[in-house]
């Protein structure tokens, strides 16, 4: 039996439906390429990000500044670096006394050496930081001290004398940050290279300053003041330095 022929009505039945599938393919096609675009472009991002991270500096803009070898560079409590020491420069670990209220942070020094007419010297020149403040009408010194374990440099090869060398015009003057300097100047004398030094900070008030001087004043032959000497006149020490210096 012959089928019969399907007239327009049944021709168009199936079409519709093939449609959709090539509209939804359609779609997918579409919504893939987008897709793919905007992946494309985030990681052109990134990488153009990352390449321009790459051109910077990787260690910290604050570790970039170059620092004196063997001295660590200090700010004060408002941001601003403290006096930075020519070279060579030592980062002393400061041994600190008790005393209430005012302290040292750091101190950094300076030792050179030199050889003029008047023979061979050391010098030193010194920065550092105080904490807290120098009470009212009290005065910050170093107090200059010899290691009597170590020996000069002189034919005599003299020990330190383990006395405590003052000078008034030697006094700290910090500033509204705690930072101070001291100029270079003489350590010691002629031939003074090979012993060991201390500098003690000590706290001395107004009315205890006349007692000093006039010790000062008695020494004739600058041979240094005991211990014992600068407690009588109301000294008190907060804190020291060590600085050895090397032979000849």
């Keep these: 039996m012959s089928r019969k022929p399907k007239g327009p009505a049944q021709q168009d039945a199936d079409p519709p439906k093939e449609r959709n599938v090539q509209v939804t393919v359609a779609l997918i096609t ?21 390449s321009k991270t790459d051109d910077k500096p990787t260690t910290p803009p604050s570790q970039t500044r170059s620092a004196t070898p063997g001295a660590t560079p200090h700010t004060s409590p408002s941001g601003e670096p403290c006096r930075q020491l020519p ?43 105080i904490s807290g403040r120098i009470p009212p009408r009290q005065h910050l010194y170093p107090f200059g001290w010899s290691d009597p374990a170590t020996t000069d440099s ?15 015009s030697n006094q700290i003057f910090p500033d509204d940050n705690g930072c101070w300097s001291q100029l270079r100047r003489k350590l010691g004398y002629s031939g003074a290279q090979g012993l060991t030094f201390r500098h003690y900070y000590g706290l001395i008030s107004d009315s205890d300053l006349p007692c000093l001087e006039r010790l000062s004043d008695a020494n004739k032959s600058d041979n240094g003041l ?21 032979h000849l």
């Design 30 to 50: 579409v919504v893939g390429a987008v897709l793919a675009a905007v992946i494309a472009g985030i990681f052109g991002v990134v990488n153009s990000l990352v």
């Design 87 to 129: 070279e060579p420069v030592t980062s002393d670990k400061y041994v600190k006394i008790s005393y209430p209220g005012v302290g040292i942070n750091f101190i950094n020094y300076s030792v050179t050496y030199s050889r003029g007419s008047e023979g061979p010297f050391a010098h030193i020149e010194v920065s550092g930081q």
């Design 154 to 168: 002189t034919s005599q090869h003299h020990t330190g004398n383990g006395l405590y060398y003052w000078g008034q």
């Design 226 to 246: 005991d211990l014992d000497q600068l407690t009588r006149c109301g000294v008190n020490f907060i804190g020291y330095i060590t600085i050895p210096t090397k």
